[in-house]
């Protein structure tokens, strides 16, 4: 157990929806990082936030966007779903220096 | 452009040593991690290498060669429960992770 969790575990969409995954950082930790790791392959850096801003992103959409809280905890949004946004989503917390992130068991999406 | 290598899939018989061999091409370079995951769970930390050497956690070490752009992890008296994703991770700057492709460990017994 790493004291990372998110919600939901599963979901379904259809192609065109707007989607809200949740993740609640390990006590301490301000910062938190998404992935998207698709099936059979690595996780692809989202973005990163540290407190409350922006920190970083990947090569990803801005329909791919993010929050995160004075708490620390942290959304991930993604608008107009397309078919292969399917993957499982990862959220990892961490301090700003530290070698070593700690995930959470992900959101798997499908989108329909 | 960033891209890291690794074997796609590594067999192994339990109580054998394992070397997962990883190359990396990158911009940022901070450091390689070294991360587990079972059956698409959550990836657990194993190792991280700054500097050139070895690192020994138990039955795990991980070494980092900067000139060579390459590391390896190595998994001596392997279990069965050693069966998972191994992912070697670029740590770039501000902390963020470039994962490879991952390599797949089956143990036999």
């Known amino acids: 157990e790493t004291g990372v969790t998110q919600s939901p575990t599963h979901l379904i969409k259809t192609r065109g929806q707007q989607v809200t995954l949740r993740c609640s950082s390990q006590s301490g930790h301000n910062t938190v990082s998404w992935y998207q790791q698709a099936l059979g392959q690595g996780p692809q850096f989202i973005f990163q936030y540290y407190r409350e801003e922006e920190n970083g992103r990947g090569n990803f959409p801005p329909r791919f966007s993010g929050l995160q809280f004075p708490n620390y905890s942290s959304e991930l949004n993604v608008n107009a779903l397309e078919l292969d946004d399917s993957a499982l989503y990862l959220c990892a917390s961490s301090l700003m220096e530290a070698t070593e992130a700690f995930f959470g068991q992900g959101t798997r999406l499908t989108v329909v | 452009g960033q891209s890291l290598e690794q074997p796609s899939e590594v067999t192994a018989v339990e109580g054998a040593i394992v070397q997962i061999n990883c190359t990396y091409q990158t911009s ?58 191994y992912f070697c991770a670029v740590r770039a700057l501000g902390g963020k992770l470039i994962f490879g492709q991952g390599t797949e460990l089956s143990v036999k017994p």
């Open chain 2, 28 to 85: 940022g370079f901070y450091g390689l991690s070294w991360y587990q995951q079972h059956d698409g769970g959550a990836p657990t930390f194993l190792s991280y290498n700054a500097l050139d050497g070895l690192e020994e956690t138990g039955r795990f070490s991980s070494f980092l060669s900067r000139s060579d752009s390459y590391g390896y992890l190595l998994l001596q008296e392997l279990q069965m429960k050693d069966s998972a994703s």
